[in-house]
Every structure is written in structure tokens, then in C-alpha cells.
């Protein structure tokens, strides 16, 4: 079998050469093809991180095994890491935290044990980057939460957590205050929950889910959640088991996925030959899983897990009474111990049964579709305008240009009614969105907006807008906080 490797930048090619030495040791009957990614490709000149041949290479082989990659500051360059998780549609990223003997935390010293998997919704949401200052003031974001999208890794979740016997899936959100994408999240959870009656599913509200996470860890099992809530909430659960270096990655999609610790180049220390490589490591040993290396995964994670046990260490953790090993000394009293048997958490020895990753390119794009053709009508629009100006006058200006169609109904400036009812507590800034809906809900039609459009712009810059759908009789769009 053959997989494409990208060393990566800073600490990369140190833990990557340890790790590759691990496997070589116990003959992983893979073959490794070495490919361009990285800063050092950005500095070349190739605007997303890696050649052509690379893309190709990965594309061709399906599995990229990585190392950590740097972005370029102030470049107005994107992050090749989150290039390459959307570009080849890795959906799911999945990050296993359990509790490794020899490495001290606070639970492990009081004998609680963890043992959990979050899986990170990784395309969507606020990582697609489309952001825009609409006055000098005010910047935003688009967050996109889809249908598609969401039940596709809820649905790896569950699978995943149904091959794993679990008994607990968690949905973590904030449908209370972000009711239509962390809403429509959840709705999905729920949805796709139903096929699965033997896992128990409930949901927390993210902030608790933090609170309970370093409170009660043991509690939890498997954890959903969208891309940056899963980003933050993953990061505190490395947190749990010891840090960064001892936190695996996977990156799945249907066609390509990719194997990565969670953790950086680590500048500070690059090129000293004291990087813990376990991060990288477990993360391999998730790629053996995934290819069917069975065998030689439980081999190395029981030497890994016997050396942790024994104290053995590199200078970021364990006992600082014992001396540090550098990586490559690591990595060889991991290859000193195959054979030997952990006395926590041993790794059942299953055989090796190789599954060739499938690669095809997509015929057509299986998720361009909708849930159900509901009756549509477009029953107004929110116009976000700059002003200074008192919410009064931008409401009289308003007034002045809305046609017999639509009503003013309200305005609010960073979300908060401030007309016609408002605070004088209320902060302002120069930004106003001005929502015109239909007399009576009646259809309108996107020409009919654009005329409001232009005639709004007679005293006022438009920075963005958007339509305001009825879908089914039911409003496709929040309320203004206080209207
Ligand atoms: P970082 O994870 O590289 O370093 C944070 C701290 O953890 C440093 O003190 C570092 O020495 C230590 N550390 C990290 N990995 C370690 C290991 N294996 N062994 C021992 N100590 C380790 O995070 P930072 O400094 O925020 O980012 C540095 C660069 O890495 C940035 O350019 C960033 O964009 C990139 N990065 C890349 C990622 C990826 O390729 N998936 C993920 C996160 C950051």
C-alpha cells in the first residue's frame, strides 16, 4: 500500500522521521511517497501551500500522513492545513483522548479515567474565511451551518460510535442563542439519532459541556459538534490527557483523509531533536486502523503505552526527576519494547486484514440537495446600511423610501432592536440592519427589492443584504434581539 507523506515545517521532519522509523522497525508494509507541502512551498511561490504534483499524489493515493505545516503571517495567504481539510472534503475530524498511564494529569492521579472522542464537524461554519468590513468599523463573518453537511458527520459520528459499542453521543451547540445554524445542527443530531435507538443522545450547550468536560470527564463518551466549538472544545480535552503532544488527529472524508497531530511546528524548539513525537504517533496508529493494520497498530501502541508506563519520557512531560530522552532516543525505547504488554489498556491483537483506500473523483456532488421543496415565498429584506446617525433619523430616512410593498419594521445595530423600541443604554455603532418585510407576509420579488434598494441608497451606503424567506409558513430568519 502506498501513501503520500508531507514531513511538514518546523518540528515536522523530526517526529515524522521518528515515527516512520516506528513503523519501519515493525515492517508496516507500507510504501511512503514524499510530498511538497508546506511553507517552504508558499515561499516558492505556489499560493496554496503545495505543487501540483503533490495534489495529484494525494488525490491519487487517498491517505496523506503530516506533519504540522506553518502558515505565513500577513501573506494574505489561507492555512495549507485547512486548504487541504476542505479541498478534499475530509468532513469528519475525529481526535481520541484517553488516559495514558506515566503521563500525569490531575484526573489520572485521582484514578479517573477518560476515554473521549471528539468528532469536529471540519469544513463549515466560520473556517470558510468569508469575511468582510462592512464600515471601518465593523467587520463580519459569514457562518455556515448546512443540511448536508451536518448530517454527514453526524452520521460518521454515530456510525463510528455504534463500531466502538458506545453507549453515550453528546451533541454540543448553542441553539439557544444561535437557533437557526446551531439550531439546524442539532435538528440533524436528533434526526439522525433516530437510526441508532441502542446509543443514548442528548445534547449540551457548549459552555456547560466545557464545565462538565473538566469537571466530570469519565462522563463522556462520544462528543458532536460544529468546526470552531469542536476546534475549542478539542483543545481542552488534550488538555485533560496531558497536553498537545499527546493528541492525535484524523481527518476523514469519503475519498481522501488525512492523518495529522493536533499540535504545531513548535518553533521554539525546532531543530533540537527534543519534540515528543507521540502526538504524531497515535495519529498513525489511527491510519493503520484505518487501513485494516490492525496487528501492527496494537504492536506499537502496546510498546508506546509500556513505555509512557515505565516513565520514559521527552523533556515537555512526566517525572523531571528522570532524564529526558531526545525524539530518535524515544522512539527507539518504543521499538525496544514491541512485544511488551502495557498494565493499563492493553491493545487487543487483532489481525491484519489491508483495505486499499478507494479514490474516485465525485461523478456528481452527492450533496446538492434538499431536504423537501417547501412553498417559498420571499416576504422581505434586511439591508445593512452605515450611519452615525441617531436610530431615530435612519428610521425616518427609511420610512421616506419604503414603496407601498413593505413596512419598516424594525432596526437594530449589532443585532439589538434600538427601533422603534430601544434602549438609550444601548451602545451604537455605524452600522445599522434595516429589516423591510411585506404588507400582510405577501409575496414579493427580488426586483421589487432591488427598487427599495436603490432608493435607500439615495442617503445611505447599502454594505450587504439579505432576503428575508418564508419557508412552509414558517420564517427562514431570526428575530432582532428585543423585537
Ligand atoms: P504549537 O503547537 O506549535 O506550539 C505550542 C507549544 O507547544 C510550544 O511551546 C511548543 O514547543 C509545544 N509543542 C508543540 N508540539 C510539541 C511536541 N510535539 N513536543 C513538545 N512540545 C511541543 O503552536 P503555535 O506555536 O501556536 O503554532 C506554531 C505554528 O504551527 C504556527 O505557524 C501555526 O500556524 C502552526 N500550526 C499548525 C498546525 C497543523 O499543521 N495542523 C496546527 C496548529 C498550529
Known sequence: MRIAVAKGD??????????????????VSLEYEYVDMGKWVFDKGYSTGMTPEAQHTIETLGILFKGPMETPKGKGVKSVNVT???TWNTYANKRVFQTLHGVDTVFSKAGIPIDITVVRENIEDTYGGIEHMLTHDVALSRRFITRPGSLQVIRYAFEMARKKNTLRITCGHKANIMKITDGLFLECFYEVAKEYPEIKADDVIVDDLCMKLVTRPDQFDVVVLTNLQGDIVSDLCAGLVGGLGFAPSANIGDHICIFEAVHGTAPDITGKNIANPTALLLSGLAMLRHLGLMENAAIIENALLYTLEEGTRTGDFGDRSKTALNTSEFAQAIISNFGKKPAHGEKPMLPNKPVTPTTFRLEKNPLIMSKEMEEEVIVGVDIFIESSEQPTNVATKCLLHTTDLFKLVTISNRGTQVWPKGSVFTNLVNQYRCRFESIGDQPVTQIDIIELYK?????????STELLNMWGGKKAYSLAQGQ
Open 455 to 463: 432608493r435607500l441608497t439615495l442617503d445611505f451606503k447599502v454594505c
Open 10 to 27: 518546523g518540528i515536522g521532519p523530526e517526529i515524522m522521521q521518528a515515527v516512520i522509523s516506528i513503523f519501519d522497525a515493525q515492517k
Open 84 to 86: 487541504a481539510r476542505k
